[in-house]
């Protein structure tokens, strides 16, 4: 057990409805990062933040994608009118946040998110 | 556009073998690489990392970097059925602590 928790674990949901999945990291990590995985492939860096700011965002998918991370704890991420080839494993993880290069991520349990 | 490349496998060995898993990497500046295990619909778990050039050992794990020749491997020693899974490869570059990933490699240990 890393400690990075997500929820919920499993989501289903029509084709158009909005979603929104939780991430609590490891209590001392100030950066926390989400990716997309399917089926294949390795984890897809979506967006990440530093404390509360979010410091990169422009490689979220599109603008149906959204993360907020208000009080630099638990962070959010939001995908607006879901489509099918939104299906897949969404994972977050956190770290120490311990300078730049070596920093490793510890990654939570991942939400399926299956678009119906 | 940075670039990490792993045969996909699988990676059959037998148990008690020696599994070498390879990964490439396209910048020249990349700085620090990670191995990844992750189980088939499980979340990636850190393995080991190395930044410098050489061999680094943890337990039944050897990683070997080459900057020179752009390549990361991860040796494993005395092969166990558990170890079954995919591996998966991450560099970062520059400044970033932001790695790449690469596709993994799926590697089968049989009795």
């Known amino acids: 057990d890393t400690g990075v928790s997500q929820n919920p674990r499993h989501k289903i949901t029509k084709r158009g409805q909005n979603v929104t999945f939780r991430c609590d990291p490891i209590s001392e990590h100030n950066r926390l990062y989400w990716y997309r995985q399917t089926l294949g492939q390795g984890p897809e860096f979506l967006t990440y933040f530093q404390n509360e700011a979010q410091l990169e965002k422009s490689r979220l998918l599109s603008d149906r994608f959204s993360a907020e991370r208000p009080k630099g704890s638990f962070s959010t991420l939001e995908i607006q009118r879901t489509e099918q080839g939104d299906s897949a494993m969404y994972l977050c993880a956190s770290s120490r946040g311990a300078g730049t290069g070596l920093d490793t991520q510890y990654f939570g349990p991942g939400t399926r998110l299956t678009v119906l | 556009q940075k670039e990490v490349e792993q045969n996909s496998g699988p990676l059959s060995v037998p148990e008690g073998a020696i599994a070498s898993l390879n990964c490439t990497y396209s910048?020249?500046?990349?700085?620090?690489f990670f191995w990844y295990r992750q189980y088939s619909g499980k979340s990636p778990e850190l393995i080991m990392f190395i930044y410098s050039n050489g061999d680094k050992e943890d337990g039944r794990f050897t990683a070997q970097l080459n900057k020179a020749s752009q390549y990361v491997s991860l040796l494993i020693r005395d092969s166990q059925p558990s170890d079954s899974a995919t591996y998966l490869c991450?560099?970062?570059?520059?400044?970033?602590?932001?790695?790449?990933f690469g596709r993994g490699t799926s590697l089968i240990v049989h009795p």
């Open positions: 991450a560099v970062t570059s520059g400044g970033s602590y932001i790695p790449t």
């Open positions: 910048d020249r500046g990349s700085q620090s």
